[in-house]
């Protein structure tokens, strides 16, 4: 075999494994799955959470129910137990919609209008305090969300709210 003939058969040998090592490469990540999601997002507030407050220490407590949708609305219902003034206590039922975002570190704010307190706007800072693999697409899903309202509340001044997922809703 001549010099010519083996530098062409190992010229095609190069260029056939290459193409063959680019075609893999390419069919790999063809199939690969996409890249998680490292951060949080809308997506990781999704379901039904519990939530409990408190305003200035334990003056009034607050239970109830906060539905985010995954993409930025919440609804929520709450019963506030507070003090009606003269020693005795009083019930504030609380009916609430707004909307939320969150940023990637965790960090947020919900935006509540409540309904039939003279649809009075409150705002609350939140952070996803646990989460959890699995929301949407695999990415990260808040189970425990601690927020404080940035506005006086109808009985208190500083009002804390802790919202945890409730699993199986």
Do not use: C, H
Not at 10 to 29: K, P, Q, R, W, Y
Not at 43 to 71: H, I, K, M, P
Not at 117 to 138: C, H, K, P, W
């Amino acid at each position: 075999m001549s010099k010519s003939v083996i530098m062409s058969v190992i010229g095609m040998s190069t260029l056939v494994i290459g193409a063959m090592l680019a075609m893999n490469g390419f069919l790999e990540s063809a199939n690969a799955r996409p890249p998680r999601n490292d951060g949080f997002s809308e997506r990781s507030l999704n379901g039904s959470y519990a939530s409990a407050g408190r305003a200035d220490g334990f003056a009034s407590r607050s239970v109830g129910v906060t539905t985010f949708d995954g993409r930025g609305r919440v609804a929520r219902v709450v019963t506030i137990n507070a003090s009606d003034g003269e020693g005795g206590r009083r019930l504030i039922e609380v009916v609430s919609v707004g909307t939320y975002s969150v940023d990637r570190d965790g960090l947020g704010v919900i935006t509540f209008i409540n309904e039939g307190l003279n649809n009075t706007e409150v705002n609350f800072d939140f952070v996803i305090a646990e989460s959890s693999r699995g929301g949407s697409r695999g990415g990260l899903q808040a189970n425990v969300i601690n927020g404080v309202q940035r506005e006086a509340g109808t009985t208190a001044s500083l009002i804390e709210e802790v919202w945890t997922r409730r699993e199986g809703l």
